[in-house]
């Protein structure tokens, strides 16, 4: 059996049940005491004891210089064969002998394999997910009849087969995991290893069991509960050679059509020199092809202009080689990468009230679709993306996104039945709000306005001078988004400056979906697709493979449809047929891009050991290994030996 970094030595073979090793080989160092322990025997003196009368004849003998050749004196002394014994047995002591068997000999385990994008590299054969399948089928075989054990596929979301003695079971669902791959998402281990805690946790008293993972080592190590001595790491992988593309987003001018830009960055994040044909194409036309070469940790960022509204867009590495046969990309799910460029759809506005300027400035954005209607109409804004209440205020908070303009006293929101301020000043604005985004509010002069209390959970994002109160407020529930404006559009020179249009897209900006709007459909892969929805709305979402599936999870309270099965690569497409409403009958298409775009699963090098975040270290192994030390029984007869070589020196020593 081979420990490689390990550097033990082994001193027969596994087709035996089991191999002795030498977990510390350098021991066998102390070996170099024996002929030092023999060179002393044979200079040491060996005269025996005798009585005479007289030293007066002796003394010529005394200075004598032994003569002769040491090996002359040479007799057998079983005190020797009893030292260089003891010389040897701490020799090996030192080198800590092992019994190594394949399998670990243990009645409870936990296997949990890594079902990252990472593990489906293929510098193994055929990839890192089969290896690490077929180690955990042999963990499975080799282990001790009646262990109990469990499987947890650590994926974008962990899956669970509980503890069980059926060994057919377990390898019959194993062989279902191998046949579906990795996620090509990042993994979930931190989740899988909390299950694996809680399912040790409830067997009861005893011995916890032991956690074997199954991974090449691309996950966060910082993220992982605290395991200690339980967890056993099996690697898989052997290269970390890869090109991958790493950045891929569309970007658009706020106001203006046919100004969007792909971004796109190839990285190297090997240990070897690569290089590859980049084709970024729009509906299979290619815009731009680059030939790129990047030394081991080295980006370069192409942006690729777009002359259209509309397209599915894909980016992708072909031809990738390096100096030499053995480089070569590793991984193929992140050479692709996908986005879906989409007209934006209006927004559709509901203006409550009859302010001509405010119904101006909503007019002169061409995205918006604008319905105005007096106060006294007011129903409900459940037909429209975003509500703006202009000098009014339904008696209760309506569900949806909304911006109240100049609340009435008596409006659930704010109290404004305090003292009212004279020509108020603001003093403190978020800049950074995305409402706020280039709004100079200190130059806006106020005639007047109330002094607000908020009677909800709401948080000021202006105020005025002193303890003169807020000006803007923002809030959000799962029912609600709004913000407040609290003071008289008409008692200030705010719609007269350049400030409030552009107040008015920010607003809008912020409490419209992003989604619906954004002339780029780009995910990464386990992130949620989003659109907006109604309850009865019937929902089915093409994969990339062309299979479509009916919607499994409900609308949520904010009226929007969330896909998180985002799991490969790829194209999406959620279709809604609208069952009843003004919009009965209709059928409404939405597009995505899904792509793997991310560093760290991209970083394909196995790892050879990992640090705990409670100290420690764990190190791969190339298969789970039971190890038992041969070290008591050493030190056991080492004692041993000691004491019959003492015994053996003080009967010679005792007189007769």
Not at 129 to 157: K, N, Y
Request: proline share 7%; aromatic share 6%; with cysteine.
């Amino acid at each position: 059996m081979s420990c490689g970094a390990r550097g033990c030595w082994t001193a027969w073979g596994e087709d035996e049940g089991g191999a002795m090793e030498l977990l510390q080989p350098l021991g066998l160092i102390a070996l170099a005491s024996a002929p030092l322990i023999v060179a002393l025997y044979f200079l040491r003196q060996r005269r025996p004891p005798r009585r005479v009368g007289s030293l007066l004849l002796w003394r010529r003998a005394r200075n004598r210089v032994h003569r002769g050749r040491p090996w002359e004196k040479f007799r057998p002394s079983l005190l020797l064969l009893l030292q260089l014994l003891a010389a040897a047995l701490i020799a090996l002591a030192l080198a800590r002998p092992a019994c190594v068997s394949t399998g670990l000999e243990v009645e409870r385990m936990v296997l949990i394999l890594d079902a990252s994008a990472s593990m489906a590299a293929e510098d193994v054969a055929p990839n890192r997910w089969s290896v690490a399948v077929a180690r955990a089928r042999d963990t499975i075989e080799s282990a001790p009849p009646g262990s109990e054990i469990a499987i947890l596929r650590a994926g974008h979301v962990t899956r669970v087969l509980e503890p069980t003695q059926d060994r057919a079971r377990l390898l019959s669902r194993l062989e279902e995991l191998g046949r579906h791959g990795p996620d090509a998402t990042p993994g979930a281990l931190k989740e899988a290893f909390l299950i694996a805690l809680q399912l040790q946790s409830a067997r009861g008293g005893g011995d916890p069991g032991q956690l074997v993972l199954f991974s090449d080592g691309a996950f966060d190590a910082s993220e992982l509960p605290g395991v200690g001595e339980r967890l056993t790491w099996v690697g898989v992988g052997e290269r970390a050679a890869n090109l991958a593309i790493t950045t891929f987003e569309l970007r658009q001018a706020v106001h203006q059509r046919f100004s969007t830009t792909a971004i796109v960055t190839v990285t190297n994040t090997g240990d070897v020199a690569l290089e590859g044909h980049l084709d970024v194409q729009l509906d299979g036309r290619t815009l731009e092809a680059h030939r790129v070469r990047l030394d081991p940790g080295q980006e370069r960022t192409f942006s690729v202009p777009i002359s259209t509204d509309e397209g599915r867009l894909e980016a992708h590495l072909e031809e990738i080689r390096g100096d030499t046969e053995d480089a070569r990309d590793g991984l193929a799910t992140d050479n692709r990468a996908f986005a879906v460029i989409a007209p934006p759809r209006p927004i559709r506005v509901l203006l409550v009230g009859a302010n001509p300027m405010v119904e101006r400035a909503l007019r002169s954005n061409e995205r918006l679709e604008l319905d105005v209607i007096g106060a006294q109409d007011f129903v409900d804004g459940s037909e429209h993306d975003l509500m703006i209440f202009e000098g009014n205020f339904p008696a209760t908070i309506p569900q949806g996104r909304f911006l109240a303009l100049a609340p009435p006293e008596g409006n659930p929101l704010v109290d404004l039945t305090g003292e009212a301020l004279e020509g108020p000043r603001v003093a403190t604005w978020d800049r950074g709000h995305p409402a706020l985004f280039h709004v100079e509010l200190g130059k806006v002069r106020f005639a007047s306005a109330p002094r607000a209390t908020p009677t909800r959970n709401l948080i000021p994002l202006a105020e005025f001078a002193g303890d003169d109160g807020p000006l803007l407020l923002a809030g959000r529930t799962p029912s609600w988004q709004g913000l407040v404006w609290t003071a008289d559009l008409m008692e200030s020179d705010f719609m007269l400056q350049v400030g409030f249009p552009v107040f008015l897209y920010n607003a809008i900006g912020w409490l419209t979906p992003g989604a619906e709007r954004t002339s780029g459909r780009t995910v990464a892969t386990g992130q949620a697709l989003v659109v907006s929805a109604r309850a009865d709305d019937n929902i089915a979402i093409t994969l990339p493979d062309q299979e479509q599936v009916p919607a499994q999870a409900a609308i949520g309270a904010d009226g929007a449809y969330r896909f998180t099965e985002t799991l490969q690569p790829g194209f999406y497409q959620i279709t809604r047929a609208h069952k009843s409403g003004p919009r009965e009958g209709e059928t409404r298409e939405t597009g995505f891009g899904v792509s793997l775009v991310n560093e760290q699963e991209s970083t394909i090098a196995p790892a050879s050991q990992v640090s705990l975040p409670r100290g420690g270290t764990v190190t791969v192994q190339q298969e789970t290994q039971h190890v038992q030390e041969w070290l008591p029984w050493v030190l056991a007869g080492l004692l041993a030996l000691l004491g019959a070589e003492w015994w053996l020196f003080l009967k010679r020593r005792s007189p007769g």
